[in-house]
């Protein structure tokens, strides 16, 4: 098919399929983005199927970008996490769904990367995006392998409107609560279209911000914002949580990995034995932690040795919308041992990842959290028909 790109990761397994099944198109959006705006890059799948776990490997390296702003993986159920290394325009992103319930339904982007342009840039420029067919890969629930059909997609400077970032951008709204849409070019004329929340009010602040009071409340985590200005300029983003990182790691590969959590949050959690550094050195164990709730959490990280005695303990505060990312002697002041594994206890519901680095191949895997108490799950969102689930111009 013109255009695009069919691969495999095992040959013979590619040239069955090739011939017994119609491969699924995923392909990667054209966005629009003024000088200095964000584009939301969206990889999207055009039919449905479950997804174990996998890579997406995107490159960007051709755009003249200012700085990658946030990276984020979709999917209704709350079921995938992730991992992206993040170098000079290249997203190495791994994902794990457990359930296999990531790529099930089409509501959502199945991955988003927000890439802001330079005020350099010039009208009419276009900028290839494209996913690495030799580096990017699916798995289906038996671990086999899921032939696709890659479509790449552009960036092309223009238009007068840009989303860069929506605050809280995840988390649980009460009715009557409020979130900020940032971003360039707004003004009192702007529509703004929501799905699946609904908007009471909807204000215009200043060119940069405009803010929503939803109407029944809900979960923010993945909902479709469109932006339109009278010109017919538009934007569109899905919300989630960026949280602020607190520092960063003193590990290199560590320090350029943007965690992609699962919008699941938990009170308690065990995240598993992994690879110890004392078995093989080119391997790190870590944890990424975020807070999507309204007050700060205080939580404590124990390591526990494989019989299950405690052999450290620290406790980290996380202020509200914060996000840290450290290896575990960073955190406790020693590796974990073979058979070591953490326990972690927070104060309040928040998101937390196992991270798996391997400083040898510059890659960083997601451990999912083995969950031990949680609150009880919000509401699944569901979307409204065509024309979103509230809209209107800001007042």
């Known amino acids: 098919m013109r255009g695009f790109t069919t691969f495999c990761i095992a040959a013979v397994v590619c040239a069955s399929a090739a011939e017994q099944v119609a491969p699924i198109t995923i392909r990667v ?32 390296s051709s755009v003249d970008f200012a700085s990658i702003d946030g990276i984020a993986l979709f999917n209704a159920a709350g079921d995938v996490s992730g991992a992206a290394v993040v170098d000079s325009g290249k997203v190495n992103m791994r994902f ?26 010039q009208n009419h420029q276009m900028f290839p995006v494209a996913l690495n067919p030799s580096a990017s890969f699916w798995q289906g629930l038996l671990g086999l392998p899921i032939a696709v059909e890659l479509q790449p997609g552009s960036i092309t400077v223009g238009g007068s409107v840009s989303i860069t970032n929506v605050v809280p951008g995840g988390g649980l709204l009460p009715a009557g609560g409020t979130f900020r849409i940032l971003g360039m070019g707004f003004s009192s004329g702007t529509k703004v279209q929501l ?22 409340g809900g979960v923010l985590d993945g909902n479709k914002i469109i932006v339109t200005n009278p010109d017919k300029s538009s934007d569109t983003y899905f919300s989630y949580l960026r949280g602020v990182p607190m520092g960063v790691s003193a590990r290199p590969l560590l320090a350029k990995t943007v965690p992609a959590f699962s919008s699941k949050t938990m009170f308690e959690a065990v995240l598993p034995s992994t690879i110890s550094p004392m078995v093989n050195a080119d391997y790190f164990t870590a944890i990424a932690l975020q807070n999507p709730s309204a007050a700060e959490a205080r939580v404590t990280l124990e390591s526990h040795d494989s ?12 202020p509200s919308g914060s996000l840290l990312t450290r290896e575990v002697s960073e955190l406790l002041g020693a590796v974990l041992p073979t058979g070591s594994y953490l326990h972690v206890i927070s104060t309040q519901p928040v998101q937390a990842l196992g991270l798996l680095g391997n400083d040898r191949t510059d890659i960083v ?10 609150p009880a799950p919000p509401p699944v969102p569901v979307p409204a028909p065509t024309g979103g689930g509230g809209s209107g111009k800001p007042n």
């Open 96 to 121: 794990t769904s457990p359930n296999g319930t990531f790529g099930a339904t089409l509501d959502y982007p199945i991955m988003t990367v927000a890439l802001r342009l330079k005020p350099t840039v």
């Open 365 to 374: 895997i997601p451990v999912a959290m083995v969950v031990l108490s949680a």
């Open 195 to 216: 799905n699946p929340l609904k908007a009471s009010s909807i204000q215009y602040v200043s060119p940069g911000e405009i803010r929503v009071t939803v109407k029944d």
């Open 307 to 318: 019989g299950g005695a405690l052999t450290g303990s620290t406790t980290v505060t996380l």
């Open 29 to 60: 959006s054209s966005e629009t983005a003024p000088p200095g705006g964000v584009a939301q890059m969206k990889v999207l799948m055009t039919s449905p199927m479950p997804i174990s776990s996998g890579g997406m490997y995107m490159d960007m």
